[in-house]
Nanobody, 116 residues
Framework: QVHLAESGGGLVQSGESLELSCTISGTVFNPNTIGWFRQAPGKQRELVATITDGGTVNYRDSVKGRFTIHRDNAKNMVYLQMNSLKPEDTAVYYC??????????WGQGTQVTVSE
């Protein structure tokens, strides 16, 4: 049974920080590369950051230097530290395996809203 639960979102001002957390069931978590995705209103879901089970990370250009993804393999958890937030980061954030498709199971996500 797949379980995905994102948390940590909120309303912040531009320049502030948030850390998102994601609990993932073992069958999805290992040995997969996990990604944080986001979907802004009226836009398609996009990949924000990924982390392999060995800890190799990648980021989309717009968040490089501001976001940090890390995982705790013992706890089946993945985190996204987001610093210097901008209004364009406003979206619902989701975690899932890197290869997840639209038709796969997705959690509820966590809303991040960044005001000017």
């Amino acid at each position: 049974q797949v379980h995905l639960a994102e948390s940590g979102g909120g309303l912040v001002q531009s320049g502030e920080s948030l850390e998102l957390s994601c609990t993932i069931s073992g069958t999805v978590f290992n040995p997969n590369t996990i990604g944080w995705f986001r979907q802004a209103p009226g836009k398609q879901r996009e990949l924000v950051a990924t982390i392999t089970d060995g800890g190799t990370v990648n980021y989309r250009d717009s968040v490089k230097g501001r976001f940090t993804i890390h995982r705790d393999n013992a706890k089946n958890m993945v985190y996204l530290q987001m610093n210097s937030l901008k209004p364009e980061d406003t979206a619902v954030y989701y975690c899932n395996k890197y290869t997840a498709k639209q038709e796969d199971y997705w959690g509820q996500g966590t809303q991040v809203t960044v005001s000017e």
